[in-house]
């Protein structure tokens, strides 16, 4: 049975940081795209980041950020590729959401990073979900 559970959330003051990480069971990393989505209240999900490790970009695998969080955000991979970390820094207000890791057969092509399309249908895979809130 394939499980993703997510930890590290809590509750941070604006530009601090935060490490996210994904543990997976079932599978391993580098069978799958996996994919950082947020959810806000009242908000749609929106897709954070996609790591592909099948796919090489100068050795890191293939990486993709949604705009809002580039440079602020570094996703990685640890533990013979059965973890992913979400590394968050500078966080902000608008950082404050519940935060899923997701995974898929497919490749960071079905991911709508940055935005709001399909996920409801790209993602096989999802983990529960861990809040992170950002307070100034």
């Known amino acids: 049975q394939v499980m993703l559970v997510e930890s590290g959330g809590g509750l941070v003051q604006t530009g601090g940081s935060l490490r996210l990480s994904c543990g997976a069971s079932?599978?391993?990393?580098?069978?799958?795209?996996i994919a950082w989505f947020r959810q806000a209240p009242g908000k749609e999900r929106e897709g954070v980041s996609c790591?592909?490790?099948?796919?090489?970009?100068?050795?890191?695998?293939?990486?993709l950020y949604a705009d809002s969080v580039m440079g602020r955000f570094t996703v990685s991979s640890s533990n013979a590729g059965s973890t992913v970390h979400l590394r968050m820094s500078d966080l902000k207000a608008e950082d404050t959401a519940v935060y899923y890791c997701?995974?898929?057969?497919?490749?960071?092509?079905?991911?709508?990073?940055?935005?709001?399309?399909?996920?409801?249908?790209?993602?096989?895979?999802w983990g529960k979900g861990t809040q992170v809130t950002v307070s100034s």
């Open positions: 997701a995974g898929t057969y497919a490749d960071c092509s079905v991911v709508d990073v940055g935005g709001h399309q399909n996920w409801e249908h790209a993602m096989n895979y």
């Open positions: 079932g599978f391993s990393f580098d069978e799958y795209a």
């Open positions: 790591l592909d490790v099948r796919r090489s970009d100068g050795g890191g695998g293939k990486i």
